[in-house]
């Protein structure tokens, strides 16, 4: 598998809970960086997936294409799978090393990318045997921006449920921000940066108050964005809301 790096992120946590769950199985499974490593790398290791850096960052210095390509070449897969912000270098690093089978993961897009992104992205499309969309919303974007690819199929990230079990219901929330029990509370985790969109729920909340509905919203999480949404969950006039910070881990 190829990805940026392996930070504490949706992304990130699937892609290596998916490594682990294919390497129980009996696969030989390996997770290549193209950017950093991070956090996620010790308890991969430990279970036994390699993980590594090649040094292919950057695109204007051509040595990426050798590194990448020489690095997968001597792993020799069978198949390499491609991951959101490394579909161009992974596709192409991947055929001149003669990978047979390349998929690709779009996790999620930007509403407006580099226009040098979208270039990319439409170089790597044709030489992907399969490009996966986790939602049918995001499947919709592909299709339109010319990113099907040979083939295109959805498949929503898969959840471990053991890892969640919610309480009996304590209130703590509630209580907190001075939400009443009628009221419907909206809650989100997640990093709080522009692909999560919060501002869409956000105003999406603004309108349904302003259509009478009794409701408030809780954000969970960390991120560039905390200090400029603040202001406008606050702004919602009557509603109870609150960020409550938050470092995610695996």
């Not at 226009?115 to 299709?143: F, G, M, Q, W």
């Not at 949404?229 to 919602?236: A, E, M, T």
Request: proline fraction near 5%.
């Amino acid at each position: 598998m190829i990805l940026p790096s392996l930070i504490a992120a949706g992304m990130e946590v699937m892609v290596a809970r998916m490594a682990r769950k294919l390497s129980l199985r009996g696969h030989d499974v390996g997770i290549t960086c193209i950017v950093d490593k991070g956090p996620l790398v010790a308890e991969l290791e430990a279970a036994g997936v390699r993980v590594s850096l090649p040094g292919a960052q950057g695109l204007a210095n051509p040595r990426w294409l050798m590194r990448l390509g020489s690095h997968i070449k001597s792993i020799s897969p069978d198949v390499v799978h491609i991951h959101s912000g490394a579909w161009f270098k992974g596709v192409v690093a991947a055929r001149t090393a003669g990978v047979p089978r390349l998929i690709y993961t779009a996790h999620g897009f930007i509403e407006r990318e580099a226009r040098i992104e979208t270039v990319l992205n439409r170089i790597a499309a044709p030489l992907t045997n399969c490009v996966v969309s986790v939602s049918d919303h995001l499947a919709e974007v592909l299709k339109a921006r010319g990113l099907g690819g040979r083939d295109l199929a959805i498949i929503a990230n898969g959840i471990d449920l053991a890892l969640f079990k919610p309480g009996g219901g304590s209130g703590e929330i509630r209580r907190r921000f001075g939400i009443g029990p009628e009221t419907l509370l909206v809650g989100t985790v997640a990093r709080l940066e522009p692909i999560k969109n919060q501002a869409m729920l956000i105003d999406g909340i603004a309108k349904a108050r302003g259509k009478g509905v009794d409701c408030a919203v809780v954000l969970i999480g960390e991120g560039s964005l905390l200090a400029g949404l603040i202001p406008s969950v606050h702004n919602l006039d009557s509603c109870c809301v609150g960020a409550i910070p938050l470092i995610a881990r695996s």
